[in-house]
């Protein structure tokens, strides 16, 4: 994958997206094969790896009982960074976020535990974006919000690997489009490319018909 793609991931359930992005983020063991990020193999220099990434997962990895600014606070430490709290601040306002940033998680609805998520991904800046299905549970304005975040992202230079059920939001601001089926790839390509859709068609949508 080159620096800067936007690669979308497409496939019915259980066919690999997520164990793909655990694998890159550093969660699971690859069986077999090698994986590097900017040049730090994952399984050798994980930690090097892991401050490259950012991972956005159904698990928010929030914790409920803080707040937003709390949440982002502790990640600081974790992350060695040295933010300060204006940028914290800043980080909220771009998830819209910022007028809650006191407020206890607990008390948000599922988008906004998942905005206060994409808030922890982008804390420490990393060059890699993972993001597992982003779009689940969002409404139309958080929605927009995570658009407008990727645009910035992919302006930036970043590279980003979002995985999705929806043709539509996936294709969106893609690059090239993967289709997984039962952990292997059936289709590879530019994400303008017609073919994309017929092997949607092909794979995703005979799958979930059955």
Do not use: C, W
Request: glycine content about 8%; overall charge positive.
């Amino acid at each position: 994958m080159r620096r800067g793609e936007f690669v979308v991931l497409f496939g019915s359930n259980g066919a690999g997206k997520t164990t793909f992005l655990k694998v890159v983020a550093t969660l699971m063991r690859p069986t077999r094969g090698t994986l590097a990020v900017e040049g730090f193999d994952i399984s050798s220099h994980a930690e090097a790896a892991r401050r490259r990434i950012g991972f956005l997962s159904h698990n928010t990895f929030v914790y409920r009982d803080l707040s937003p600014l709390e949440n982002l606070k502790f990640f600081r430490r974790l992350y060695g960074t040295e933010d300060s709290e204006e940028r914290l601040l800043d980080i909220l306002d771009r998830v819209d976020l910022q007028r809650r940033a006191n407020d206890p998680v607990r008390a948000f609805s599922r988008g906004m535990q998942q905005r206060v998520g994409i808030a922890r991904a982008l804390l420490h800046d990393p060059s890699l974006l993972l993001l597992d299905e982003p779009y689940t549970g969002l409404d139309a304005k958080a929605a927009q919000t995570l658009n407008t975040i990727l645009d910035q992202a992919v302006a930036a230079g970043k590279t980003v690997v979002l995985t999705s059920h929806d043709l539509e939001h996936g294709l969106r601001a893609a690059t090239r489009a993967v289709i997984l089926d039962r952990g292997a790839v059936v289709h590879e390509g530019p994400a303008s490319d017609p073919s994309v859709r017929e092997a949607y068609g092909r794979y995703i949508q005979r799958s979930d018909a059955s």
